[in-house]
């Protein structure tokens, strides 16, 4: 059900998640719910990327090169669009911020409700990711348990050969938790501290989303 937002104080709200996690699902299933604008990292810079502004340009010459894109740069674009696309929304972000100084970076900026943090166990994740193929002309999803293809290892729509992608097997997607892990904790603790920060914990996204909606509804009368 739809819940209806109060119009004269909006929400801002972040959602943090390892790989794997279900946080793409879940976010679509709370901006959908709850009548948010959603503001994805990625999306942000695949747009400047693609607009060829001078950010953009910047980016994606540190994309090109297997890094990461500057806290400096990125806090930026994710500010640019609050104020200006988004200025005046209640909204739900993904995907950033990633690092400790982008979380501080954030809040000297603009205002958070509350930041929400999907915990699901590593070994969960692995699993999960372990059976996933993709078509990669199309960038179609496959899970060989959850949602197989109708022909083994076939794309359902063209027919052509599916690809597990080296870091989805289970020894590269374990150093991406571990590198996820380290990085987000000090994130975790700021925003813990600031009383920003509410924990879901489950191994599958259909019984840790009902917790999320019963708690932001919850908090969405209160205000």
């Not at 970076?105 to 509350?114: A, G, H």
Request: hydrophobic share 35%; aromatic share 8%.
């Amino acid at each position: 059900m739809r819940q209806t937002l109060n119009l004269l104080s909006n929400v801002r709200l972040v959602i943090l998640g390892p790989p794997g996690s279900g946080k793409g699902t879940i976010s679509q299933r709370i901006v959908s719910n709850f009548n948010l604008s959603y503001i994805s990292c990625g999306d942000v810079l695949r747009n400047k990327i693609a607009a060829g502004t001078d950010e953009g340009k910047i980016a994606a010459s540190y994309i090109a090169r297997g890094d990461l894109v500057p806290n400096e740069l990125v806090t930026k674009l994710m500010v640019d669009v609050i104020n200006g696309e988004f200025k005046g929304c209640s909204w739900l972000m993904d995907g950033f911020p990633r690092t400790l100084r982008q979380a501080q970076s954030l809040l000297e900026r603009t205002t958070l409700s509350k930041v929400i943090n999907l915990n699901v166990p590593d070994d969960e994740i692995i699993n999960r990711i372990k059976h996933r193929w993709i078509h990669l002309s199309s960038g179609r999803i496959y899970n060989l348990e959850y949602n197989p293809p109708k022909v083994p290892f076939k794309d359902d729509f063209s027919g052509e050969d599916l690809i597990q992608r080296e870091d989805d097997k289970p020894e590269a997607v374990k150093q991406r938790l571990d590198t996820y892990n380290a990085s987000t904790l000090p994130v975790l603790d700021f925003f813990g501290k600031k009383g920003l920060l509410i924990e879901f914990t489950g191994r599958e996204s259909n019984v840790i989303y009902p917790k999320i909606h019963q708690y932001l509804k919850d908090y969405l009368d209160m205000k």
